[in-house]
């Protein structure tokens, strides 16, 4: 197992859609534990391929933190079916260094995926669980949690951001 750095935002990889998953083999179970580690020791509570630089169709979601009845959960080219009730609460990303907005998502989720073996699953989610997949599958499909915030709320993020960015470089100068 091994740590994987996690790209941040702008890092353009964030910006690409990943791709499906066609391999069920020993490289993918290994990838799936270094993306549990990684998420584990940031800490966080769902990790997709594409923020360590893969674009493949992979998260590791573990949400039990804030709620006990889950665990590890990988999911593989999961496709959410359908949505319904809506729900504002804040998130936070590890890709998007110190910063969380409230983010309106369903409250109830349907979805299919496959498991590492490469079997179909099918379950339905609810809470911070279901949020947590929408964020993910966000992320598969070249998105963040701040593209789904006002345009003033991002824009002052990106402000923070750029002179956050340029204050770190400063740093790398001296
Ligand atoms: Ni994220």
């Known amino acids: 197992m091994a740590l994987r750095e996690i790209l941040k935002y702008p890092h353009p990889i964030l910006r ?9 083999g020993q490289a993918l179970k290994e990838l799936i534990y270094d993306m549990a580690e990684t998420m584990y020791a940031a800490p966080g509570v769902g990790l997709a391929a594409n923020q360590i630089g893969i674009l493949q169709q992979i998260v590791v979601i573990d949400v039990s933190p804030r ?11 999961p496709v959410i079916l359908a949505g319904e009730g809506s729900d504002v609460s804040e998130e ?11 983010v309106k998502r369903f409250t109830h989720i349907s979805i299919e995926a496959r498991d590492p073996e490469g079997r179909k699953i099918a379950f339905e989610a609810d809470g911070w669980f279901a949020r947590d997949i929408q964020h993910e599958v966000d992320h598969l499909d070249g998105k ?5 915030i006002s345009s003033l709320k991002r824009s ?6 750029r002179k956050q960015l340029k204050e770190e470089q400063a740093d790398f100068d001296d």
């Open 16 to 24: 690409k859609k990943a791709e499906p998953v066609t391999e069920f």
């Open 67 to 77: 709620d006990d009845k889950t665990k590890l959960i990988p999911l593989i080219n």
């Open 92 to 102: 936070g990303c590890l890709s998007v260094v110190d910063y969380a907005a409230d």
């Open 144 to 148: 963040l949690f701040i593209d789904r």
């Open 156 to 161: 002052l993020y990106k402000k923070k951001r």
